[in-house]
């Protein structure tokens, strides 16, 4: 079946830190691959996504690239602010239909 | 524009007592989902309505799940006989077409006594 798995939390990081958040994933065929982040007390926001191999899909300073090879498609950013503190969520889907979700990793960014 | 949203917000029940939670996805997205987030299994896929249909019913957990979904829009998810374990936020997700990505509403707190 078709499953992802995420790093483990929580990550703690000051402001202006880099921060990268593993995922990889299992799947039959070519899935699109989904980050979703989830910030205190609101609802699941899609974050960034890309469909097809080597598509890097970018948004808020975050960027993702699909790597078919190492079936991968690692979160990143080159800054963080305490407003990016939240849970990120990695996902896959065919044709964006019956989403599979990592675990999520909680991200605390400190001032 | 309106998001989805989901009715109620919270919902306390006694165990066996029957609940029904409310989607409302964005106007004219076809595509409607059901996930349920919970501290031991993490966000589980549910139902899918393209439509009013439900080609998918997989990740129901048992018979006591249900879910319909009338005039293309507003679904509802029953739960009958309600168990502890049914205890999770229960996520609603609604998409139109091409490939805009699903969104998701705020979710109902579903707390079984």
């Known amino acids: 079946g078709n499953s992802v798995t995420q790093m483990e939390g929580p990550v703690t990081l000051s402001e202006e830190a880099f921060l990268t958040i593993n995922c990889t994933y299992t799947?039959?065929?070519?899935?699109?691959l989904f980050w979703y982040v989830q910030y205190p007390g609101e609802g699941l926001q899609l974050l960034l996504k890309?469909?097809?191999?080597?598509d890097k899909g970018s948004n808020k300073g975050f960027e993702a690239t699909y790597r078919k090879e190492t079936t991968s498609f690692h979160l990143e950013k080159g800054s963080v602010q305490v407003s990016d503190s939240a849970v990120y969520f990695c996902?896959?889907?065919?044709?964006?239909?019956?989403?599979?979700f990592g675990a999520g990793t909680t991200v605390t960014v400190r001032a | 524009g309106a998001g989805v949203s989901q009715s109620p917000s919270n919902k306390v029940t006694e165990k066996g007592k029957d609940v029904e939670l409310r989607c409302d996805p964005i106007?004219?997205?076809?595509?409607l989902y059901w996930y349920r987030q919970s501290l031991g299994q993490g966000l589980e896929f549910l139902i899918y309505?393209?439509?009013?249909?439900?080609?998918?019913k997989s990740g129901l957990p048992s018979d006591r799940f249900s879910a319909e979904r009338t005039g293309g829009s507003v679904s509802t998810l029953t739960i009958q006989r309600t168990q502890q374990e049914d205890s999770a936020v229960y996520l609603c997700?609604?998409?139109?077409?091409?490939?805009?990505?699903?969104?998701f509403g705020p979710g109902t707190r579903l707390t079984v006594l």
């Open positions: 106007s004219g997205h076809t595509a």
């Open positions: 996902a896959l889907g065919f044709n964006d239909y019956k989403l599979s």
């Open positions: 997700a609604s998409r139109g077409t091409g490939q805009g990505g699903q969104y």
């Open positions: 890309a469909t097809k191999a080597d």
């Open positions: 799947a039959t065929g070519y899935p699109s």
């Open positions: 309505f393209q439509g009013n249909s439900a080609p998918d």
